[in-house]
């Protein structure tokens, strides 16, 4: 180790040493999009089926667009919680190495009270 690295490169350089493989990082990013995806999709379908209600006297149409918009709500909410799953994984999975990263070098450093451990 050289003494002009800095505690972040060290941080880096001993997470790569653990070589820790990301499982599937590409399908993650799949996810956290199809998240998003769903939910813009969800309020879409739901203004959607307002005008569609708005726009006939018919109340089997009206029906519909009632279907409409709770399949609109359903799909947002679905899209909420794959995002929220998805963007949590990442954070913890760092927030992870980090501990553990933490803990490894707590193990290293002499004990502040003066004990010898």
Request: glycine content about 8%; overall charge neutral.
């Amino acid at each position: 180790m050289t003494t002009t690295e800095t505690r972040a490169e060290r941080f880096s350089r001993e997470l790569a040493d653990l070589k820790i493989p990301d499982p599937s990082a590409g399908r993650s990013s799949l996810w956290l999009r199809l998240g998003i995806a769903l939910m813009v999709l969800g309020p879409a379908l739901g203004v959607g089926a307002y005008l569609l209600s708005h726009n006939t006297s018919d109340p089997l149409v009206q029906r519909d667009a009632i279907i409409v918009a709770v399949i609109g709500i359903v799909v947002g909410i679905n899209g909420a919680a794959i995002f929220l799953r998805y963007s949590l994984t990442n954070f913890l999975r760092f927030w992870m190495a980090r501990q553990s990263y933490d803990l490894a070098l707590a193990t290293r450093l002499p004990s502040l009270d003066g004990e010898q451990s």
